[in-house]
């Protein structure tokens, strides 16, 4: 069984950074895709960064050149590197881990079977 916990989440002036982190338990398959999604209250759920394990990553336009989505398999954590933050940015965010097999990796929350509980972010 398979349990993600984010951390790393609070609140932050415009232009500040943050770093989110995933424990992930459980993880037993060569292959897979995580990633980060966001929900701000009255808005669907959607895919910030998604990375497989090979490395290979893709982001939503949005956070291009701002966030970097990476792992550490040895430690089976995932990270948001979170910089130059927006007050858009503010939302919960939530790690996921999907192991179907099905590649690339997307960024379709309803494609994602494990989820965190989140940690929010909120930017003023």
């Known amino acids: 069984q398979v349990q993600l916990v984010e951390s790393g989440g609070g609140s932050v002036q415009a232009g500040g950074s943050l770093r989110l982190s995933c424990a992930a338990s459980?993880?037993?398959?060569?292959?897979?895709?995580m990633g980060w999604f966001r929900q701000a209250p009255g808005k669907e759920r959607e895919g910030v960064a998604v990375i497989d394990n090979d490395g290979r990553t893709t982001y939503a336009d949005y956070v291009k050149g701002r966030f970097t989505i990476s792992k550490d398999s040895a430690k089976n954590t995932l990270y948001l590197q979170m910089d130059s933050l927006k007050p858009e940015d503010t939302a919960m965010y939530y790690c996921?881990?999907?192991?179907?097999?099905?590649?690339?990796?997307?960024?379709?929350?309803?494609?994602?079977?494990?989820w965190g509980q989140g940690t929010q972010v909120t930017v003023s």
């Open positions: 459980g993880y037993t398959y060569s292959s897979y895709c």
């Open positions: 996921a881990a999907d192991y179907s097999g099905i590649t690339p990796c997307r960024r379709i929350a309803k494609s994602y079977r494990y």
